[in-house]
Nanobody, 127 residues
Framework: QVQLVESGGGLVQAGDSLRLSCAASGRTFSSYTMGWFRQAPGKEREFVASISWNGGITYYADSVKGRFTISRDNAKNTVYLQMNSLKPEDTAVYYC????????????????????WGQGTQVTVSS
């Protein structure tokens, strides 16, 4: 029943910016922590960023801290990932996910902490 749809990916040059969006179905979007993960070819899916259900807590992987910003608009059932100063190593498929747990205060940084996933959007950064 829950569906997540990512958009905003594309091909950009190093140093450029992109904003990814994740539109969620359902009327309980605002009750769940949301996260972004990414997966490059031949690599495991890795945590990127997460935001608590009320937007009060955010957490970032060290590799993106200071460059990426996660935010949410609960009125629009949408979570965003603003990506600045993009590097070739940021190239991956980016996935939006909803965390297990209704109104949990825990963020979660592993794939097992999330139980609904979008289809992914490709981000390619050239040098």
């Amino acid at each position: 029943q829950v569906q997540l749809v990512e958009s905003g990916g594309g091909l950009v040059q190093a140093g450029d910016s992109l904003r990814l969006s994740c539109a969620a179905s359902g009327r309980t979007f605002s009750s769940y922590t949301m996260g972004w993960f990414r997966q490059a070819p031949g690599k495991e899916r890795e945590f990127v960023a997460s935001i608590s259900w009320n937007g009060g807590i955010t957490y970032y992987a060290d590799s993106v801290k200071g460059r990426f910003t996660i935010s949410r608009d609960n009125a629009k059932n949408t979570v965003y990932l603003q990506m600045n100063s993009l590097k070739p190593e940021d190239t991956a498929v980016y996935y939006c996910a909803r965390r297990v747990g209704f109104q949990t205060t825990l963020i979660g940084t592993t794939t097992r902490d999330y139980n609904y996933w979008g289809q992914g959007t490709q981000v390619t950064v050239s040098s």
